[in-house]
Structure formats: C-alpha cells, structure tokens
C-alpha cells in the first residue's frame, strides 16, 4: 500500500496534490512519500518478529536520498552500503557507525580504511585477497576488524539477468564449496574477526523458492563451520524482496517472508541480518514528468514527455515496466509509447501500451520509481540532474535540487593550451 491515491480527481502525494508540486519545482522530479517509507520500514521489521534476534540495514544504493536515509534511521535501521560514498551518506544521515555493513565487491584500500577510521559494524568480505588486505590493515594499527564471508550459493533467483548476483558465474562472493576452506585460513589472520557469513542473490524477487533454497544451503555452511570449530555469531541474509511494478504482480509479502526466514532457520542461533532496498523504497516515490506533444506513430502514437532515459534508467537498462498515469485522468485511454527526448531509440518508457489519455501540457507519473531511480540518474545529452521531494502529510520539501547543466559547466576546464 502507498499514498499516492486520486482525491478529488487529482494525484495526490499524501496530502499534496501533485500538480502542485509541479508548479513549483517543475517537471521533471521525483516525488517521495514519508508515511509510506515508513510504513515499509515497519511492515518488514514486523514480518521479521518471529526470526529472533535480527538487524536490519537498508541498502543505501536503492534510495541514497538523504532526507530518505534519515526516514531510515529514524525507524531504526542501519545501512548497507557499497562505496565510500555511501559510507559518508549513511552516517551524515545519523546513522550509527556500528549499524552499517559495508559490502561489495571492489572495496579499495582507501575504502577499507575509511570504513574501519568510521568504526562500521562489519565489513562483508567478498574475495579471500580482499580479506587479507583488510587484515592487513586493521592489525596495522592495532585492531580487529568485525566481517563476515559473502558466499555465492550457486542459486537461480529467476529474476532479471542484469540484477542476478547469486549464480556461479556472477563476481560476487567466494564459491559456497570453497567457503570452508577459505573461511579458515581468514579466521586465523591477524586483525580480523570473522564472525559469520553473508549472503544476497539478487534483487527483485517475485518468489520465495530460490531465497529458500539459498538460506537452506547457509544453514549447511553454518553448521559446517561450528563442525571446524568456527565461532558463528552473525549471518547475513541480504535483500532481495520483490515488489509489485504492474496492479496485477504479486510478489511475496515481508510477512510471507518472514515466515519462511523464521522456519528455515530456526535453530541458527545467530543474530540474522537483512539487506532490504527496494521492498522499503520502491512503491515509496514516483517520478512525475510533462507532456512535451503527442507525435502520430506508425503502429501508435507517441507520448513525448520531459522526462527521458537519464532520470529514470531502469526501462532502458532492464526492459523494466514503471506503470503510467495522468494526474488529473479523464477516464480516457489511449494506446502509445510513451518516450523521452533523447537522442537513443532505449528512451522510451512505454511500448504501445494502453495508458490514460493525455495530451500536450499534461501531467503523469511513473510508480514505482523510489528505488533505482534517482540515484541511477544522470546528465546524459546536458540535460538537468533530476529533482527530488519529500511529502509529509500536508507539506513538502525539495531534498534534493535540480543541478542545471551550467553547474556541471562550471566543474569543466578547457585547458590554457586550448585557448
Ligand atoms: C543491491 C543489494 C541489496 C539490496 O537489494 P534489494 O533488491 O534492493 O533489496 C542488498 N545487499 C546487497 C549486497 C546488494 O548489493
């Protein structure tokens, strides 16, 4: 459930109608929604109530929106994130250092360090080297560094090649088969305390069989490890959970979830991990554009609007479906293409769908547009860095401004030998 719902024939974000917000900040933006952030963020720690003891850090590369990550922090919950960057955000948010795992597959030195001069919670180590080197570097200067084992278990997650992290051919983590014999040389290194074993198959999930099967396979590897002596206190489940992109999908639910987390691994007695990004933000935010004109088509029309490919590039990148509607519908429909100004023939959001009639000057909005939206965004053809809003109740604020291409100009230098 969300809060972008029609009152009185309007759009409205909550309590803001959205033709308002487009009148003040323009189009186009995206536009977040605070009750439904942590709506999200309650209904999945909920779904979680019976797996024990758990700890939950929201995967600061879906939705790394300061004003969103503080939502976060505010309901508790700590951040996974996968750069320096996002390092720097999670805790300029009020994130507590403890409460941030840091993940991914290409941590750089500087990166380990930075990590380990914050103090985060655990490092989730993707590679023996990498391993080492934090070793390395944590015993250099007298500490010990909190980490786990990201493990691929070899499972299909069955969702989109491009988002599947979990299969044997995939970069991320060490072969489930291999992970013994690894995890027991790390655990004797120096400046490491390896205390468990993570794990992330993939995003968008519409099933939970392949997250199942996975989690049953960890518990193997948990109780191999205690067979070799290993102390296992943590183990880190990731994230995943699908959501709903079209009225008719239905993915798992978090209580479904939940459920099957709290079955499968019963016994575990460990503090169990979560990695949640898209199930918290995705139905949190909608990207709200104009209409620039309708071209005629050969099979349809087209719907050319001022959003493109570079704010909003998962249709492009995944052949993804964001559903389409007017804020003001007329009850209308119409079958066009929805696409955008730029110069690719993948800027375009819509093919030959059956959508509310609009016409020039109107405005609609694509769902399902809080996670991987804005933070995949960027300035291909000198177009603007896409705005963003947060709703509460009856009032709002841009928590992100438009970047015009004159900023991004004025980072540029034509050398003094050019001129
Ligand atoms: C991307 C990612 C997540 C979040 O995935 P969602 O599908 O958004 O829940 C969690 N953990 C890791 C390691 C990731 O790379």
Known sequence: MDHFQLKDGVLHAEDVALSDIAEQVGTPVYVYSRATLERHARVFREGLKDAGKIHLAFAVKS???????????????????????????????GM?????????????????????????????????????????IAASRGENASATL?????????????????????????AIDVAPD???????????????????????????????????????????????????????????????YKPEENPPSPADYGAMVARVTEGWDVTLMFEPGRVIAGNSGVMMTQVIRIKPGVNS??????????????????????????????????????????????????????VDRVQTDDLGIFRTAGAYGATMANTYNSRPLVPEVLVDGDKYAVVAERIEPSTIMAAEHVPDWLK
């Open 96 to 136: 507590k250092a403890d409460d941030i795992v840091f993940s991914g597959v290409g941590k750089s030195r500087a990166e380990l360090t930075l990590g380990l001069d914050k103090g985060i919670g655990q490092f989730n180590l993707e590679s023996e080297e990498e391993g080492q080197m934090l070793a390395e």
């Open 182 to 244: 690894i995890f027991a040389r790390l655990s004797k290194l120096e400046g490491l305390n390896l205390r468990g074993v993570a794990v992330h198959i993939g995003s968008q999930l519409q099933n939970l069989d392949p997250l199942e099967k996975c989690y049953t396979r960890m518990g193997q590897l948990l109780s191999d490890l205690r067979s070799a002596g290993h102390a296992i206190t943590h183990v880190d489940l990731g994230g995943g959970l699908g959501v709903p």
């Open 63 to 93: 939705n790394p929106n300061l004003a969103v990550l503080k939502i976060l922090a505010n309901q508790g919950y700590g951040a996974d994130v996968v750069s320096g960057g996002e390092l720097e955000r999670a805790l300029a948010a």
């Open 150 to 174: 990201r493990v691929n278990p070899d499972v299909d997650a069955g969702t989109h090649a491009k988002i599947s992290t979990g299969k044997a051919e995939n970069k991320f983590g060490v």
């Open 301 to 354: 029309d087209f719907v050319i609007v001022d959003a493109a490919m570079n704010d909003l590039m998962r249709p492009a990148i995944y052949d993804a479906w964001h559903h389409f509607e007017a804020v003001q519908p007329t009850g209308d429909s119409m079958t066009a293409s929805i696409v955008g100004p730029i110069c690719e023939s993948s800027d375009i959001f819509a093919k030959e769908r059956e």
